[in-house]
């Protein structure tokens, strides 16, 4: 299926307001495939992640300095006990728990940010 299924699947999940089944996230009109192709472009962006990494760090120009967005967020999941890989993370923000620890994901960005001030950045790598 390739690289074009994988964005096409990410300019749907984007730009879908509601998203209620992979059936009705397969009726998007930027998704231009049948409806198992949701199925299949998951499967095939674990295989092709490399590739997808490449594809967007290639849009990065080869200027003399980039500047890089760096975020690492928590996810506390605390009463979630049948969630496999939760961890204990480090929680930004204690409101009613005196421990800076709690039970959940990580998740870690890094985005690409062009130069003139735009208001969008590129992600290039975005992992739990």
């Known amino acids: 299926m390739g690289v ?6 990410m300019d749907a999940v984007l730009t879908t307001v509601c998203i209620s089944s992979f ?4 009726l998007s009109p930027l998704f231009r495939r049948q409806w198992p192709s949701v199925y299949e472009a998951l499967e095939d962006s674990r295989s092709q992640r490399g590739e997808i990494i490449e594809q967007l760090a290639s849009q990065v120009p080869s200027a003399h300095m980039s ?17 496999k890989d939760r961890m204990i993370v480090h929680q930004a923000e ?8 709690t039970i959940g994901y990580d998740y870690s960005t890094i985005s690409w940010i062009p130069p ?8 290039l790598l ?3």
């Open 4 to 9: 074009s299924a994988i964005f096409d699947l």
């Open 116 to 123: 003139g001030g735009d208001s969008w950045a590129l992600p």
């Open 94 to 101: 204690v409101i009613a728990i005196h421990t800076p620890i």
């Open 126 to 128: 975005y992992e739990r």
């Open 67 to 83: 500047v890089f967005a760096v975020d690492h967020t928590d996810y506390p999941r605390p009463e979630a006990k049948t969630l």
């Open 23 to 26: 059936v009705h996230l397969s």
